[in-house]
């Protein structure tokens, strides 16, 4: 091979080179934006200053168009507790997802679906408490517990759905308390 044709391979491979290194950081710093204006709009959604909460809200998909779904977790959770999801507990938190504007064929309802189909990771659970707890950070005690005794209402009610045995009994069975149990925590 001449000296010519290998400086020009050379040159062509040191070109390819550079042109894929330049080509990764292009879309590096794209990404990298991307994830800026995403956090900021998670911000004005939802006045969470706190960043690190609101990265966790987007590495379990909660985004702006999902945001509202986040406060059907409580429900989710507690239907879950007994690791099955009967059709009373889906009816029920499928009608107080029309309540809180999760309804129709938006992404906020496809993410609930998906949560209602299969039991959803822990992770969810921890990023919903702090969730909560971002959220009632800034109230003062009287609409701190007006939030909590509203939200734990509403699981305590998906609980009640399919408590107890032919209507004897407590209806809330005690995994259904333990998750009630955690989810007042996050006020505290």
Known sequence: MSQRKFDA?????EKMFVDQYAKSLREKRRREKAERELEE????????EDKEVIRR???????????????LVPLVEVAWADRR???????????????YGVAGD??????????????PDDCLLEA??????????????HLRIALRDSILGHARAVA????GILGL?????????????????AFE
């Open 9 to 13: 391979e050379y040159n062509a491979k």
């Open 41 to 48: 709009k998670m911000f004005e959604a939802s006045g969470i």
């Open 57 to 71: 809200l987007i590495a379990i998909r909660i985004e702006p168009d999902t945001l509202a779904a986040l406060s």
């Open 85 to 99: 999801l009967d059709e009373k507990e889906r009816k029920a938190i499928l009608e107080a997802a029309e309540k």
């Open 106 to 119: 938006t992404p906020g309802r496809a993410l609930l679906e998906s949560w209602l189909d299969e039991k």
């Open 128 to 141: 919903w408490k702090d969730y909560a707890g971002a959220l009632s950070h800034g109230l003062d005690d």
């Open 160 to 163: 009640e759905e399919t408590g």
């Open 169 to 185: 009994g407590s209806k809330i069975s005690d995994a259904e308390q333990k998750v009630l149990d955690e989810l007042q925590e």
